[in-house]
């Protein structure tokens, strides 16, 4: 095969992207790489997914046409890819994939049409028109079955859906239907023949007995009254598409299928078929429906579709903007390098199975696998050879007659012990990056490198330095970590490219490590005589606690929105990327424009209308068949506590608020929610698309009652 392409999902353009996202695209990357230095023309998409009713809601939130909604998003998409050199500058991606571009409407009609026609295995039409009815979650764009929704808790509410934990939209319509209960045989036959299609093998254990279990039809189009913002049904322009069903065949209209001037520009006949990464979320959509819809169109199949866990947080909860405990891009870029960040990605999650990220656990494992590890192996070879060997490549070579000098210091003087550990390593490195085993992989690497740190603490160079006839002892030991670390560089370029090019050239070497096939390598190809560049640190320390300071800091929530005003310049108004004036005093409040922005002013009497005062949570619980609200009991200095009912029961572990420290708005009106009286208001933030709430509180200590003015 010499040519070989790779595809990461397509993104739902309603929300800025996290971790879960970028981790997909870090993958692709990676494999993209590692092939590319094989000499293999490679390709890489990724892109976003810009139809349906969850972009088109998102969009009204925001009060954006779905169109500039897109085009808000992609434009983050870009400067985060570019961040962290992943965009085709970087030597990353090849295409960057718009579902609203004009080539991918052709191409999904046609597709579209060659389906139509198409009968299923079983002689039917593999594409009829019905009704449905069913409950359809917007943020998944697909309809939900009695065991993938939480029943609703109250008579008349919606049931929930169970990844989103949001209330279901009753669909009940005409609808064009694709018959994928026709393709249970075929596909049962695809995984038996080819069980490395859908990896790893757990996954396509799940994915074999959901088909078993039996497949239902498929609405694949919702009215153009109900869903507007979609490719629309050839032939039938009431009908818009399923979203999924155009945002699949994007793989295919990326490179130029129904598209002469794109097959011409990229090729759908050079590099279909591709390798499809996905988070085991999607699974099923990558591993029946798109075989399913392929078989119908007469297209030749994905080669593999890999699976990946998702990372979670520290506690193990999964990401998710509702909880509010995603890892935001710009964050994770003002603080880490791209290559920490790419290494810990690959080094901490077990490729398919889930995984946890803190910002700890990142700093833990850049300083101790990279700046004490491979930086310092890098640093102390480079240092020691500018120092005892004028700056150029030593002699590997020990002359027989100072063997038995140099066994007498414990040096090995037989070189194939250490090739063969080496050459060994690099192939148990190889196999695991095939098996996507990357965890493996690196581990693998990092045995190289304390297996060099060892021989060089155990040699002892600053001692042979000392020592005229071991000159060629001490030239042998640094020859063979400085031909370690060539090897290190070409192996870990597809994880850590911009570290394996700096150490690259730290070695005196020219040629770029992302044109060497790591299979090619031979021992001795550093050569003796030549000169070392210029040493320089490449993961410095990072200063753990400072550090954690400064996210803590940088992840406060804020009124206004900056890291998503300058995505787009002119996307946000005046007033929104205009910052508040300064602050004379905290407390003078008439001084202050508000936290969005707003000029409008009031008076100081105004304001003191309001009592605000401090208080302690006394006890708090859950409000029964009310998702949101929590009871409290708050001691504001009176003489009994206050019964407070606040709406942050979905943010807000009801035992994790006793004793903590709020501020009460005290005269207002007593109201009864739920048959409880709430007299007063907890102040909180609330902020992001769902209003996440954060409580005010007190970084000093107050006595319960105290005035806020
Ligand atoms: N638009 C669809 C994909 C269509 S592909 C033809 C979609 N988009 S998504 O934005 O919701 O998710 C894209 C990818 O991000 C999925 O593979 C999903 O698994 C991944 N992740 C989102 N959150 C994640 C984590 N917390 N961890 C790891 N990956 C996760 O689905």
Known sequence: MTTFYVTTPIYYANSLPHLGHLYTMIVADTIARAKRQRGIETLFLTGTDEHGINIERAAQKAGRTPQEQADYVVSYYKKMTAAFGLDGEHGGYD?????????????????????????????????????????????????????EYQKPKSEGAAPTCLIHDTALDRVSEESYFFRLSDYDDAL??????????????????????????????????????????????????????????????????????????????????????????????????????????????????????????MWLDPTGRK???TIGNTVELDVLNRHFSVDAIRYFCLREMVFGQDGRFGYEALIDRANSDLASGLGNLSSRTLTMISRYCEGQVPSGHIPEEKLLLAKRT??????????????????????????????????????????????????????????????QTLGAVLYRAAESLRWLCVLLYPVMPEASRSIWSQLGLTQSPASIDPGQLKWGDLVEGESIGEVKPIFPRIDKAKTMAEIENDSQPRGVHLTEADAVPGAATQAELKPPPPMKHATEADAVAGAEGLTTFIEIGDFSKVDLRAGEVLSAERVPKADKLLLLKIDIGEEKPRQVLAGIAQYYEPEKLIGRKVVVVANLKPRKLRGFESQGMVVAASFGEEGRPVIATFTEDVPNGARLK
């Open 95 to 147: 295409i960057f994939m718009r579902t609203t571009e004009p080539f991918h409407y052709q191409g999904v009609s046609e597709f579209w049409r060659r389906v139509a026609k198409a009968k299923t295995p079983k002689g039917n039409d593999a594409i009829y028109k019905g009704h449905y009815e069913g409950w359809f979650c917007a943020a998944c764009a697909a309809y939900k079955t009695e065991d």
């Open 188 to 309: 049962l036959s695809l995984y038996d023949g080819r069980p490395d299609f859908v990896r790893p093998e757990s996954r396509n254990n799940e994915v074999m007995s959901f088909v078993r279990g039996g497949l239902q039809d498929l609405s694949v189009s919702r009215l153009r009254t109900s869903v507007s913002w979609g490719v629309p049904v050839p032939d039938d322009p009431d009908h818009t598409m399923y979203v999924w069903f155009d945002a699949l065949i994007n793989y295919i209209t990326a490179i130029g299928f129904g598209n002469e001037e794109r097959e011409r520009t990229f090729g759908f006949e050079k590099y279909w078929p591709a390798l499809h990464l996905v988070g085991k979320d999607i699974l099923r959509f990558h591993a029946v429906y798109w075989p399913a819809f392929l078989m119908a169109a007469g297209v030749e199949l994905p080669s593999a579709i890999m699976a990946h866990g």
């Open 319 to 321: 990401m998710s903007k």
């Open 410 to 471: 414990g040096v090995d003087t037989d070189e194939t012990t250490v090739v063969g550990f080496i050459e060994h390593a690099r192939d148990q490195f190889l196999q695991h990056f095939e098996n996507f085993a990357f965890s493996r992989a690196l581990e693998v690497a990092w045995s190289v490198v304390a297996r060099v740190d060892k021989m060089i603490s155990d040699a002892k160079p600053w001692d042979l330095a000392k020592d005229e006839n071991q000159k």
